[in-house]
């Protein structure tokens, strides 16, 4: 019942910028928080940023300064304008939503996952 697709990923030599979007569409009544997790080969997917709705955003220390989670609430996507990239970033980011449907049921989406690699 909901869509989420991100886009933005690619290959970054260390030092550069990328910026990953994520959009949520379907029967969505309202979303309460919007995040980025990523997982890197051979490990646990993690949270990076998360930004609730009315509360403080959330950034993993590792990311801290250099990335930064954006919301545009009209369109219902959010972003992750990432700098200072480092090979350590390199992973699949995955983009989460949560909210309310139309039905009033609540829902819990994830998005199909965009790589990002960062050679040194």
């Known amino acids: 019942q909901v869509q989420v697709v991100e886009s933005g990923g690619g290959l970054v030599q260390a030092g550069g910028s990328l910026r990953l979007s994520c959009a949520a569409s379907g029967y969505i009544f309202s979303i309460n928080a919007m995040g980025w997790y990523r997982q890197a080969p051979g490990k646990q997917r993690e949270l990076v940023a998360v ?10 220390d590792s990311v801290k300064g250099r990335f930064t989670i954006s919301r545009d609430n009209a369109k219902n996507t959010v972003y992750l304008q990432m700098n200072s990239l480092k090979p350590d970033d390199t992973a699949v980011y995955y ?10 049921g609540r ?14």
């Open 107 to 120: 829902f819990d989406s994830w998005g199909q996952g965009t790589r990002v690699t960062v050679s040194s």
């Open 51 to 60: 930004m609730p709705s009315g509360g403080s955003t959330i950034y993993a």
């Open 95 to 104: 983009c989460n939503v949560g909210g309310v449907l139309h039905s009033r």
